[in-house]
């Protein structure tokens, strides 16, 4: 792949193939296939590929930085909270024998998880002084302003009441530098405070998916309005969860452990009549992903947003739409209103257009515009306010996909980083990526494969 010319680069995954033609195309661009550098926020993006490396790219699709780990997901540290160095990140550093509960859904096969500094130096890692002597942390990892680090992490155990003979209960520990645990949480302690009714508790107990909860996502409320104007549920030292198998968000209070604020799992479902208005009462999200307050200073700021995979959730499953998408939702979590939200339609395309049924993230930009990983396709890209699509990526980095050995270019979480987090005089580029017309794509295509096959061929154009 050229660096700067990504949007010309194609992927070739299966042109040629003994096992016969697959629906999917067969030849496809990778790399930045649009970027409008006037509408789009000129930033870096950091993201773990399906190669298991950890990769920051500019605006046009270059690498700038590779870390040869993964992250589950790959976090970066704010400089202020490590002595103002640039360019530290939290990455799984390790693995272990995940046993036979083990999958690339869960944290049992990790070992480790650590800091490194830019050139790639651990500085700091915890697994060994873990419970049961393995970090075990999945979906999330957090630099905490005090200096500890919160992981999201899987604990093997039975639970009383649980048809499974163990659980893969979901954890929270809070860990000092020197690796000392001083603050846990169990899902299983708190079933009672996710909104389940008698009915759905029964079938919560009776799920031969050990895997009950799936808790997917951990982020620290931060500063916001509603706490601000008094609303202590809103603490900013509170974390903000969500449940992809159940279908809930919550937020637990960090002295004592208790839900305070919750949403779903039982919403009305989406009404297509109604499902573009705004702002509208919350419908149903479905394994949903990366829930998170809009952090102060940027637009929406103290709403919650969302990526709302409508992907098969709940106690029991939630009813998909036929030809229905995924969605980003923000939302006013006083009001419980929907007040923005991506969908395909936004782009004027069908829903499934835009759809990924795990994995995937959203995060609020500077400019009002949101970044979008829709993790399943391992494509990223820019939205504005108004749904218009100004900076779009397609991850080139292979590997097998969750669960299987079929290869895809999945992508977990794609994350924001501005100019000011690496080391000065880091490289970047701001060239603008024009889509061409259908008739141009095609040609670049033809053109591709037969000089692939070492076939000439000029083309005279005549207007």
Do not use: C
């Amino acid at each position: 792949m050229l660096p700067g010319k990504t949007a010309l680069a194609l992927l070739l995954s299966g042109a040629v193939s003994s096992t016969g033609v697959f629906a999917a195309p067969s030849v496809y661009p990778t790399g930045v296939t649009r970027y409008d550098p006037n509408k789009a926020f000129n930033q870096y993006v950091i993201f773990s590929g399906a190669d298991k490396q950890t990769h920051l790219i500019d605006m046009n699709g270059n690498e700038v930085k590779t870390w040869p780990q993964a992250g589950f997901p790959s976090a970066i540290i704010d400089p202020q909270l490590v002595g103002g160095a640039r360019g530290h990140v939290l990455l799984q550093l390790s693995d272990k024998d995940p046993g036979k509960l083990g999958s690339a859904g869960n944290g049992l096969g990790n070992q480790s998880v650590g800091e490194l500094d830019w050139s790639g130096k651990v500085v700091w890692q915890w697994g060994d002084k873990a419970p049961g002597g393995a970090a075990q942390q999945h979906h999330d990892q957090r630099r905490l302003s005090s200096g500890n680090t919160v992981v999201l992490a899987n604990k093997v155990h039975k639970v009383k009441g649980f048809k499974v003979p163990e659980v893969i209960d979901d954890a929270i520990y809070e860990v000092s530098p020197d690796g000392a645990v001083k603050w846990q949480w169990l899902a299983s302690e708190h079933l009672n405070e996710f909104g389940f009714t008698p009915e759905q508790l029964k079938l919560v107990h009776a799920s031969e998916n050990p895997d009950y909860l799936h808790i997917n996502n951990l982020s620290v409320v931060g500063p916001n309005k509603w706490f601000d104007a008094g609303d202590k549920r809103f603490n900013p030292d509170n974390l903000l969860l969500d449940s992809r198998n159940a279908n809930f968000i919550a937020i637990i209070d960090k002295h004592s452990g208790k839900v305070v604020w919750r949403l779903g799992p039982n919403l009305p479902l989406i009404n297509p009549k109604t499902a573009q208005k705004l702002p509208r009462p919350v419908d149903q999200f479905v394994g949903q992903h990366d829930a998170h307050i809009i952090p102060a200073g940027l637009p929406g700021a103290g709403n919650l947003l969302v990526f709302d995979n409508q992907g098969s959730a709940g106690y029991p499953n939630v009813t998909l739409g036929l030809i229905s998408g995924s969605r980003v939702l923000e939302i006013d979590p006083q009001k419980n209103e929907i007040v923005w939200q991506y969908s395909a339609a936004n782009s004027k395309q069908p829903g499934w257009a835009f759809y990924s049924s795990f994995i995937s993230s959203a995060r609020r930009l500077p400019n009002g515009n949101t970044l979008i990983d829709e993790g399943m396709n391992g494509r990223f890209f820019q939205v504005t306010a108004s749904g218009e699509n100004v900076w779009e990526y397609v991850s080139p980095y292979l590997g097998k996909a969750p669960g299987s050995d079929a290869i895809s270019n999945w992508v977990y979480r794609a994350l924001p980083v501005s100019y000011d987090w690496v080391p000065a005089g880091t490289p970047r580029s701001e060239t603008a990526v024009l889509v061409p017309a259908i008739g141009v794509q095609q040609t670049q295509v033809s053109r591709y494969l037969l000089r692939l096959f070492g076939i000439e061929i000029s083309y005279e154009r005549h207007e």
